[in-house]
Nanobody, 110 residues
Framework: QVQLVESGGGLVQAGGSLRLSCTAS????????VHWYRQAPGKQREWIAM???????NYVDSMKGRFTISRDNAKNTAYLQMNRLKPEDTAVYYC????YGQGTQVTVSS
C-alpha cells in the first residue's frame, strides 16, 4: 500500500502563493495518476486537479489559471502550485493515489 505525506501548507495572505507537495512511498508512484482534493470547514471534500502518469492534467474549472499540478516521478512527489490565493481557498488539502494522505492545512487570511 502506498503511503502518502502531504506538506507545504501554512498561513498566507490573500494574493500569495503556496506549493504543496505529496510524497509517496513505494515503487509504483510513476504509474499512478495523482489527484488533489480539498475540504473546507463544514463542507464536503472537493476534487481540484489530477495528473496522469504521463503528465496530462485536468482541473476543476474554478481553479484553472491559478493552480498548477505537476509531478516528479524520480522523487515520487507530486506538487500543487497555488497562486493568487483567496480566503475561500482555506481548507485541508489532500493528495490521492488510490487513498488519501493525512492532508495539509492551508489558511488564507484576508
Amino acid at each position: 500500500q502506498v503511503q502518502l505525506v502531504e506538506s507545504g501548507g501554512g498561513l498566507v495572505q490573500a494574493g500569495g502563493s503556496l506549493r504543496l507537495s505529496c510524497t509517496a512511498s513505494g515503487s509504483i508512484f510513476s504509474i499512478l495518476p495523482v489527484h488533489w482534493y480539498r475540504q473546507a470547514p463544514g463542507k464536503q471534500r472537493e476534487w481540484i486537479a489530477m495528473i496522469t502518469s504521463s503528465g496530462l492534467t485536468n482541473y476543476v474549472d474554478s481553479m484553472k489559471g491559478r493552480f498548477t499540478i505537476s509531478r516528479d516521478n524520480a522523487k515520487n512527489t507530486a506538487y500543487l502550485q497555488m497562486n493568487r490565493l483567496k480566503p475561500e481557498d482555506t481548507a485541508v488539502y489532500y493528495c490521492n493515489l488510490g487513498q488519501y494522505g493525512q492532508g495539509t492545512q492551508v489558511t488564507v487570511s484576508s
